[in-house]
């Protein structure tokens, strides 16, 4: 199993120097292939990665575009693998960008990097990347001191260091066999997981894990913060004379106090980003260390996130990392997690009764149904996903022969038999409503093995 470790690098000013500059030739190289693969495109050539990775170790020594003021050839002072990299992932661009368009979905080729504006980054090779306690050994520079030891034991498959902030972290691909992959359990619950904006986590036993919405907490910062580094950039735009958009190719030059003001709305992005990852972490860490099989909705977070009032919301809360982190995180724990459909009505169920109310409204925080039963709509839909859990886990458990759904209106959907094999399993009672979504399966995420 593939897992990655990502750690705070504390360099010197030297070392962040080398990683400011070996970034800095990933751009650049990536910025060179793409404007030749376009070029060859355009010659009506079949551009190929490995043939311009060829075409470029001629020229990176010798041309006038890759040597210093002194005629050096300034790449000799980057360790290869900063440029030798971008072009396997170029051609993986390419590759997915075709594979969708193929597929009929919406795709976007390659672009160019801009300083300032993408992500500094570079590669380092599993073979040129070495731990001793509390250090890493990378190439050109040595010793690098870590904030905390390596978390996994197994082999290093690879390394990424990458900037966040004013900070630089090292981020380690680890290949780990099965038996220290493997984490144990605390508990042996079943859960149903309804996942929301108004509370980012409702369980099926009624518990309401409230989001700390860090980007609505910081955004009055956000917005002072933005317009002063703004104001910076207009003053350096008027000493320059310049009205409008920036030219292509010119560059302002960078006040101290612009610097700083940078650094400062970078910090508070960080800070951001690191207390919505820390909640989402605790939140499916939990969840998968306490139950043995969880149920949350296949959402179509795109979809969701075209709603313009609702978007900010949405994407404050997390929605698709929560997802993430619980498909590798039940395989660690043995845990299986349960999709449902994403046009499966869990609100709109009856979890006492099974009956279908068709005219729920997304306003409608609670409603009552015919048999009585008043219901909150985050707590029911979290109970018949709990439902769906069960009967999943029933099913798995009682392979070859699978058990029927633990709720009426529901299906079982497709289960994982032992060896990896998919066993689909269906079956269409309760309530018929004529909506069809009582065929819909439930997709299973499998436990690790």
Same mark, same amino acid.
């Given at each position: #199993? $593939?897992?990655?470790? =990502?750690i705070r690098l504390e360099a010197t000013p030297e070392q962040r120097d080398y990683f400011a500059r070996a970034a800095g030739t990933a751009r650049k190289v990536w910025n060179w292939a793409v404007a030749e693969w376009q070029r060859q495109i355009a010659l009506g050539q079949q551009p190929?990665? #490995?043939? +311009?990775?060829?075409?470029?170790?001629?020229?990176?020594y010798a041309h006038p575009d890759w040597l210093d003021a002194e005629g050096r050839p300034w790449l000799r002072t980057i360790h290869r693998d900063a440029h030798a990299q971008p072009f396997a992932y170029l051609e993986r661009a390419w590759r997915r960008y075709y594979e969708q368009r193929q597929a009929g979905k919406k795709a976007y080729p390659p672009t160019f990097k801009r300083k300032g504006r993408c992500r500094d980054s570079f590669y380092i090779a599993n073979d040129r990347i070495r731990f001793e306690g509390k250090c890493v050994v990378l190439p050109k520079i040595g010793e690098v001191l870590l904030a905390e030891l +390596?978390?996994?034991?197994?082999?290093? #498959?690879?390394a990424c260091v990458s900037r966040e902030a004013d900070h630089w972290y090292l981020a380690v691909q680890v290949k780990l066999p099965e038996q220290l992959a493997r984490l144990q359990r605390q508990g042996d619950g079943v859960v149903g997981v309804d996942l929301g904006v108004s509370a980012a986590?409702? $369980?099926?036993?009624g518990e309401k894990i409230a989001a700390p919405r860090p980007l609505r907490a910081s955004q009055r910062r956000l917005r002072i913060r933005g317009r002063r580094h703004a104001r910076k950039l207009k003053a350096a735009k008027a000493r320059a004379g310049i009205t409008g958009a920036i030219p292509k190719g010119v560059r302002l030059p960078v006040s101290r106090n612009r610097k700083k003001d940078a650094r400062a709305l970078a910090r508070l992005h960080a800070h951001i980003t690191h207390v919505r990852t820390d909640f989402i972490h605790k939140l499916t860490t939990r969840l998968c260390r306490e139950n043995q099989a969880i149920a949350i909705e296949d959402l179509n977070v795109?979809? #969701? $996130?075209?709603?313009?009032? /609702? %978007?900010?919301?949405? %994407?404050d809360v997390g929605f698709?990392?929560? =997802?993430?982190?619980l498909q590798y995180k039940a395989q660690r724990y043995e845990t299986t997690l349960v999709l449902a459909d994403r046009w499966y009505p869990s609100s709109k169920l009856c979890s006492t009764c099974g009956a279908h109310y068709t005219g729920l409204k997304l306003g409608e925080r609670n409603w009552t149904c015919a048999c009585g039963a008043r219901h909150d709509r985050d707590v029911?839909? %979290?109970?018949?996903l709990?439902? $769906?859990?069960?009967? %999943? /886990?029933v099913a798995r458990t009682a392979l070859p022969e699978a058990s029927h759904a633990a709720t009426h209106g529901t299906a079982a959907g497709e289960v994982p038999a032992a060896g990896g094999k998919v066993t689909p399993v269906r079956y269409e009672h309760g309530q018929q409503d004529g909506s069809g979504q009582e065929e819909n399966g439930v997709h299973l995420c499998a436990p690790f093995r």
């Open positions: #199993m $593939l897992l990655s470790h =990502r190929d990665a #490995m043939k +311009l990775k060829k075409q470029f170790n001629g020229i990176k +390596l978390r996994f034991p197994g082999k290093i #498959m690879g986590a409702v $369980l099926s036993n795109s979809g #969701m $996130l075209a709603n313009h009032r /609702l %978007a900010h919301a949405i %994407a698709y990392e929560i =997802r993430r982190q029911n839909a %979290a109970i018949n709990q439902r $769906l859990a069960t009967g %999943a /886990l």
